[in-house]
């Protein structure tokens, strides 16, 4: 039986595909997982999981990403847009100013 | 810890007994894990999947940095590395007959069955030295018990999954009838007149007869449960502690230290730097 194996270098970093073990069950998986992937390199967890308990769609069934442009979607595309920023800090200063006479000063 | 005032303080400190205790102790030590290791590393591409070899190339790699570190401290008394491993005559070993005996062809049983009474006795030794009189050994002790714990799972987990198969208890058994003398091997002694020194002078706590009760009374319920027959067997003679072996160390023997003698040297070169520079 395949087992997948995923490591965690750190708390709190993702757990990452590293390879695959072949044992009879969860215990030894665990055991030979340690042996080949958290003996060499810094290690903070291991997960095993069974191969036929992991679910895949690949690219010949599915569409990943779609076919049309969706660069809008990428934060980094707003980044250098001066005229949104000013858009924005005016509307700041707008909303600060009616507050300010909603409060009575 | 071991109060102050038993301590025997470094190794310029010891008179002539208690270095002849010490280096007894250190021998029984790093024999067993060297001369197990070497055997160990015949699985090297011959285990039954890749991760069994790959497990026990690992443990072989664990047992031979213990001899190192057991080997390092005789080195305190002006031994080189040739003097205690590659130029040392194969009847001045004091390694157990458990450590030296060939596996049985392809038998995996004997080698996780071995691999277990091995390292159930040496879990036991190294309670019994991490209050020893002698501070070079008891601060070695954390390091090396941090890699058995792992040793204990792979051969358990083994064991408890042979034995589940008939065809598997079988093998278990008839490796169990041979290899239970060579460990009861283990606790014989080097030298009795110096054995009772090492435990006189607290370098160890508990006697080798203290270790062999406690040993039994932790391997024969487990295999018992896995459906094992304990043999009532005595222990093997010869029992290698006392340098004399069985025919199979000569072969091995002149098998490790063959490139050394083909190559005409006389010294060992170190690639590693020295564990005391290493831990500072």
Redesign the interface.
């Known amino acids: 039986m395949i087992w997948e194996v995923f490591r965690q270098e750190e708390a709190g970093d993702y757990h990452t595909h590293c390879g695959n073990v072949h044992a009879p069950d969860r215990e030894m998986a665990l055991l030979f997982a340690e042996i080949q992937h958290g003996r060499r390199k810094p290690t903070h967890s291991l997960w095993v999981a069974p191969k036929d308990e992991i679910g895949e769609v690949d690219e010949e069934t599915a569409n990943f990403g779609g076919t049309t442009d969706k660069s809008y979607r990428w934060a980094m595309t707003y980044q250098n847009i001066d005229a949104a920023a000013e858009e924005v800090a005016d509307s700041e200063a707008e909303q600060a100013e009616a507050d300010r006479r909603r409060r009575g000063d | 810890m071991a109060t102050t005032d038993a301590d025997l303080g470094s190794p310029g400190d010891l008179d002539e007994g208690e270095r002849e205790a010490v280096e007894h102790l250190l021998y029984r030590l790093a024999d067993d894990e060297f001369v197990l290791a070497e055997r160990y590393t015949e699985w090297q591409v011959r285990a039954p ?3 069994s070899d ?2 026990l190339s ?1 443990i072989a790699q664990d047992e031979l940095g213990h001899a190192r570190l057991w080997y390092d401290l005789l080195e305190d008394f002006g031994y080189s590395e040739s003097d205690l491993v590659w130029e040392r005559p194969p009847g001045e070993w004091r390694h157990a007959t458990l450590s030296e005996v060939p596996f049985a062809e392809g038998d995996w049983a004997d080698a996780v069955l071995r691999s277990y009474l091995y390292d159930v006795a040496e879990g036991i030794r190294l309670s019994a030295l991490e209050e020893s009189s002698y501070a070079r050994i008891r601060d070695r002790v954390p390091k090396i018990r941090g890699e058995e714990g ?1 040793h204990r ?2 051969a358990e ?1 083994w064991l408890e ?1 042979l034995a589940t198969d008939s065809g598997g208890l079988d093998r278990l058994q008839s490796a169990l009838d041979r290899l239970f003398p060579h460990a009861l091997a283990l606790f014989a002694p080097t030298d009795p007149e110096i054995e009772d020194r090492i435990d006189d002078l607290g370098l160890r706590t508990a006697s080798l007869s203290e270790m062999r009760g406690e040993w039994r009374s932790e391997v024969e319920p487990f295999l018992s449960e896995l459906g094992l027959t304990v043999p009532d067997a005595d222990r093997h003679t010869p029992h290698g502690r006392g340098g004399d072996h069985t025919g199979d160390w000569d072969d091995l023997h002149d098998d490790f230290t063959h490139t050394y003698r083909e190559l005409g040297r006389t010294e060992a070169r170190r690639i590693m730097v020295d564990p005391d520079e290493a831990e500072s």
Do not use: C, V, W
């Open positions: 999947t890749l991760e790959l497990s690992n792992f799972d792979h987990g999954r």
